[in-house]
């Protein structure tokens, strides 16, 4: 089982998206959208990229190990990833999708989370507001 340092400078954003009727709708863990912990109070984006020694497979692998998600239900959304800066250093996100034709609701809510679409997530922080909207924008602008 993956050591729980790889998440000291990683977290990920969980979303299922429906082509269908183009709803977009993020797991939320809590006070936050972020697995597996909530960012830190003091965060801001970053415009250093640097090299990393957990590529986003590594992170996903964690997380799938964490939750108990068989691999086959989640996949990276490579388009998206996004770098904050924090008093404990870089944090790197990284953002996963379910691949079921229905969002897994019941799943998520086994693991005290609940799906919601954007516009029910304004009390989150306004840093995961910001990056949930550009993640909005990405999928609904790409499918």
Do not use: W
């Not at 830190?40 to 250093?48: A, D, G, H, I």
């Not at 964490?66 to 388009?79: K, S, T, Y």
């Not at 919601?116 to 840093?127: I, T």
Request: hydrophobic letters at 45%; a negative charge; glycine letters at 4%.
């Amino acid at each position: 089982m993956p050591t729980p340092s790889i998440f000291q400078h990683h977290r990920m954003i969980l979303c299922h998206f429906d082509s269908y009727s183009t709803a977009l709708r993020f797991a939320r863990f809590g006070d936050s959208v972020m697995i597996p912990t909530p960012l830190p109070e003091q965060v801001s984006l970053s415009t250093v990229s640097d090299t990393d020694d957990h590529p986003p497979a590594a992170v996903l692998d964690a997380v799938l190990a964490r939750l108990g998600i068989p691999p086959a239900r989640l996949e990276l959304d490579h388009r998206f990833n996004a770098s904050l800066s924090s008093d404990r250093g870089r944090i790197h996100i990284h953002l996963a999708r379910f691949m079921d034709f229905d969002a897994p609701h019941a799943f998520i809510e086994a693991h005290d989370g609940v799906f919601k679409p954007l516009s029910e997530l304004r009390r989150l922080p306004m840093m995961e507001l910001n990056l949930l909207r550009d993640i909005f924008n990405l999928i609904m602008g790409n499918g």
